[in-house]
């Protein structure tokens, strides 16, 4: 049985603009309140799930305020998870404007229903808190887009749907805590660290330095790499320079001036990014230019 209200109010920064209660869960559309710059989730006693509907506004962030010291925000993604029993911070960097609404679907699960598909009783850590920020199950996404269309384009039967959806997810979350997903690999690192160090390197300038990367993701150097060499198989400083030279590869094969690539890299001087390029690739960055896209044309022959 499943029961349809217009309004209410999950927290005084946030409106339920659309909520359906069933006994499996409730699903809710939010929306943040404008001017709005910290929002605070308090502790319940059941599983919610949050998937964007919106863009994430001005680089939304969170921490476990019960567990995480008041410096520790992490990024949020697409679809969070907040556990029973922990309160969650959310920020951005700029208040939320009305022509920039941050909308949300939620669906809140009872804790008893999915801790039945649990093979085990869960074990709470460190790192999976820090996973649950950013989700990249597809079985989730999957459930939670569903949830979103029904809500948004009613139609006949959406109620038996969305209640059943809700089952659906109450077993794929106990699935996931199965597969122990949300848990980094012993000594590795933690997804969320993972994507800083991807996002970081891929941005342009200068080559981040290790103790940089360690300063993203709150460990020390020692922790950093010994982390990554068993996420990845291989070593940071072999990654970093991989991926960069990637880009400036990238950038070659579009027609990018060398001089550019170099500064788009942060090199000073482009012949210390040719050097470089071929101490990596084997060839200096005109002969690469030359072999992958070929000689110029318009010269007659």
């Known amino acids: 049985m499943a029961s349809r209200a217009m309004a209410g109010a999950e927290s005084a920064d946030l409106l339920a603009t659309e909520q359906l209660a069933t006994g499996h869960g409730t699903v809710m559309l939010l929306r943040v309140a404008a001017a709005t710059t910290e929002i605070l989730l308090p502790a319940t006693d059941h599983y919610r799930l949050d998937i964007k509907i919106t863009a994430r506004a001005n680089g939304l962030k969170g921490r476990f305020s019960g567990l995480w010291p008041d410096y520790r925000w992490d990024q949020v993604g697409d679809l969070f998870l907040q556990p029973p029993q922990q309160p969650l911070q959310l920020a951005v960097s700029e208040p939320v404007s009305d022509a920039h609404p941050y909308d949300s679907l939620v669906a809140q699960l009872p804790t008893a229903l999915v801790d039945q598909w649990a093979e085990a009783p869960l074990q709470w850590q460190e790192g999976m808190f820090a996973n649950c920020l950013d989700l990249a199950d597809r079985s989730l996404q999957t459930l939670m887009l569903r949830l979103v269309r029904e809500m948004m384009y009613p ?147």
């Open 155 to 301: 139609r006949h039967a959406s109620a038996a749907l969305i209640e059943l959806g809700l089952q659906e997810l109450t077993i794929e979350l106990g699935r996931l805590f199965n597969n122990a997903a949300l848990t980094p690999l012993q000594g590795g690192l933690a997804s969320w660290r993972l994507r800083l160090i991807d996002e970081r390197i891929q941005a342009l300038g200068p080559s981040p330095s290790l103790h940089e990367l360690a300063g993203l993701c709150k460990i020390s150097v020692r922790q950093l790499s010994r982390g990554f060499q068993v996420s990845r198989g291989f070593s940071l400083g072999h990654y970093v320079e991989k991926q960069r030279f990637e880009a400036a590869k990238r950038f070659l094969k579009e027609g990018v001036a060398i001089t550019e690539v170099s500064t788009r890299l942060g090199y000073r001087q482009p012949a210390n990014f040719a050097q470089a390029f071929r101490r990596q690739v084997g060839m200096p960055p005109s002969r690469f230019r030359q072999v992958i896209v070929g000689p110029p044309r318009g010269l007659g022959f």
